[in-house]
C-alpha cells in the first residue's frame, strides 16, 4: 500500500469518512436511481417518471447535458447532446408531479446557474468531469449533493483524491459512483456495445477505506442491457449502496445508449432483489 493509504488505514478515523450530515446516508439503502439516459420530450420523461415511481424508485434519473463521445453525429426532434435548458424545464415539472430527487449531469458553473440549480438535486459528475478540478472545486461549495462518477481511467488514489476535493471545500454529500472503466474485455467483438469492464471489486476496495457511499451504475459498466440485471445483483451483493440504472419506455428506441437501457419489468424485478439482499451489508 502506498503511505496515503496506509495513512487513511492507520487513523481510526479516516480523513475521507464523512459524518451523517450527508444526505445519502439519509436516504433509504438500497438507493435506486433510474430514468432514461436523456430527456426525450417533455410527455415521455414525465409519464415514464410516475411509472418508476410505482416501482419505487427512490430518485429519478434523466440526462439534459449528454457528452456524446461523437458530438455532431445525432440530431433527433431538437436534440443534440441532450435537451439542455428545454431539458432542465421539464425536469422541474417531474419533480413537481413525483416529488422525488432528481439526478442530472452539469459540466460548469454556467450549467448549474442557469436552472439546473433548481431542477436537479443530486448533480452528477461524470465521467468526463471526475478530474475537472475547477467544476470540482464549485461543486464543493454547495449544499446540494454530488453523484462523482469514477473516471474511467481512474485508479483508486484518483478516486479518493477526487471526492476528498469536494469534502474539502466543504460540501460532504457526496458519493461515489462506479460505471466500469477501460479495459479490453474479451468478448467486444461478440457484444458490440461492450465498451467498458464492470469495477465490481471497487467497491469492497473503497468499503476498506471511506464510509462515502458507493452506487454502482450496471448501465454503462456493462453497455449491454441483458448483463445489466446480473452486475446490478453483484453489485448489491459486494456492498453497494445503491445503484444508478438506465430504464426506458421503448428501450430499442432510446436516443442514447439504446443498447444498456432495460425495461420497466427488468428493472422491478432488480429492485426488488436490491431490497432483499442489502440487508446482509
Ligand atoms: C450517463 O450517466 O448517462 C453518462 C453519460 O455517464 P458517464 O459519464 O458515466 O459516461
Ligand atoms: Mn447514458
Not at 70 to 96: A, D, S, T
Not at 150 to 166: C, K, P, S, V
Request: some cysteine.
Amino acid at each position: 500500500m502506498n503511505e496515503y493509504i496506509l495513512e487513511l488505514k492507520k487513523s481510526k478515523k479516516l480523513i475521507l469518512s464523512i459524518d451523517k450530515k450527508n444526505k445519502f446516508f439519509k436516504f433509504k439503502k438500497p438507493y435506486i436511481i433510474a430514468g432514461p439516459c436523456s430527456i426525450e420530450s417533455e410527455e415521455m420523461i414525465i409519464n415514464f417518471s410516475k411509472k418508476l415511481k410505482k416501482i419505487g424508485v427512490n430518485a429519478i434519473r434523466a440526462g439534459a447535458y449528454k457528452p456524446a463521445t461523437f458530438p455532431v453525429r445525432k440530431k433527433i426532434n431538437g436534440w443534440q447532446e441532450g435537451l439542455k435548458k428545454e431539458g432542465l424545464k421539464y425536469l422541474i415539472e417531474v419533480k413537481r408531479i413525483t416529488n422525488l430527487p432528481i439526478v442530472s449531469e452539469i459540466m460548469d458553473q454556467y450549467q448549474y446557474d442557469n436552472l439546473a440549480e433548481d431542477s436537479i438535486d443530486i448533480i452528477q459528475v461524470g465521467t468526463r468531469n471526475f478530474q475537472n478540478y475547477t467544476l470540482l472545486d464549485f461543486l464543493g461549495t454547495l449544499k446540494k449533493p454530488v453523484l462523482l462518477k469514477r473516471g474511467t481511467w481512474a485508479t483508486i488514489d484518483e478516486i479518493l483524491g477526487a471526492a476528498e476535493r469536494i469534502l474539502a471545500k466543504g460540501n460532504n454529500e457526496v458519493a461515489i459512483c462506479l460505471r466500469g472503466v477501460v479495459g479490453m474485455p474479451s468478448y467486444r467483438h461478440v457484444f458490440k456495445s461492450i465498451r467498458w469492464a464492470p469495477d465490481i471489486m471497487m467497491i469492497p476496495a473503497l468499503k476498506e477505506l471511506t464510509n462515502i457511499p458507493i452506487i454502482y451504475d450496471p448501465s454503462h459498466s456493462t453497455g449491454y442491457r441483458n448483463f445489466v440485471p446480473t452486475i446490478s445483483k453483484a453489485a448489491i451483493s459486494a456492498g453497494a449502496d445503491g445503484l444508478i440504472i438506465e430504464a426506458h419506455p421503448n428501450p430499442e428506441k432510446s436516443i442514447s445508449d439504446p443498447d444498456q437501457a432495460i425495461n420497466i419489468l427488468n428493472l422491478n424485478e432488480i429492485i426488488k432483489f436490491s431490497k432483499k439482499y442489502n440487508k446482509h451489508f
